[in-house]
């Protein structure tokens, strides 16, 4: 039985989607703050977690970001605004995906077994992707510059990553886009077009490299003749 901790200080709302969840098998455990949520998550292993992110005290944003210091537990963040800064903040920060409240419990079930599929596929690929002097490691999530480290954010990592598995073909914005951050961000390539910058400011330019290249109007493709 898979286990899902929501974290939710709205009593309503986590006691019905508890309700929900448990009538489509999953085991809940709930939390009304953002520090009892941590705690929970740090003292079970969870399938996946709910996330609101205006918490009382530690919000969620924050507890998000603790998360991730020791797992990869696969969240949704439930917030009631919906603006671009809150979803790149959010997915930047680990999340997975994103719900805006109000939502259809439907919507939340749908997103939820979407998430956990993606986490069963993307379980182990044991080998260790190269791109020049770039190596990635998918399993253990750690990138190299020859033997120095490189510090990516989640979304950095999978799209550089993605890029990698598919090298020297070239990968439309749209598919990009779907791939790393999902049908929430339909049309909103720019997205993509900032973490190709910010990846090219953390691989490219400290090492004078030349990995990534645009081709316009069309997308990206990693070569590494
Ligand atoms: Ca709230």
Redo the contacts with the bound molecule.
């Keep these: 039985m898979e286990r899902i901790l929501i974290i939710?200080?709205?009593e309503k709302?986590a006691r019905f989607v508890e309700l929900e969840l448990g009538y489509e098998g999953y085991q809940v455990e709930k939390a009304l703050d953002g520090r009892e949520g941590l705690a929970l998550a740090k003292a079970h292993p969870f399938d996946l977690i709910l996330l609101?992110?205006?918490?009382?005290g530690l919000n969620?944003i924050e507890v998000l970001r603790r998360i991730r210091l020791f797992s990869d537990v696969p969240v949704i963040l439930?917030t009631?605004r919906d603006t671009v800064v809150d979803k790149v903040t959010g997915l930047d920060g680990g999340a997975d995906d994103y719900i805006t409240k109000p939502f259809a419990i439907e919507e939340l079930l749908a997103r939820i077994r979407a998430a956990l599929r993606k986490k069963r596929v993307s379980s182990p690929s044991p080998t260790i992707l190269t791109a020049g002097i770039i190596r990635l490691d998918p399993v253990r999530r750690e990138c190299w510059a020859e033997t120095q480290p490189l510090e990516l954010t989640k979304k950095e990592f999978d799209l550089l990553q993605f890029l990698m598995e598919n090298k020297n073909i070239v990968m439309k914005r749209e598919v990009l886009l779907e791939r790393i951050w999902g049908y929430d961000f339909a049309g909103e390539t720019n997205v993509v077009d900032v973490y190709i910058r910010y990846l090219r400011a953390k691989i490219e330019e400290p090492f004078d490299l030349k990995l990534i290249f645009t081709v316009r109007g069309v997308g990206y493709v990693i070569k590494d003749e």
């Design positions: 939710e200080d709205e709302i609101d992110i205006m918490l009382p969620g439930l009631a």
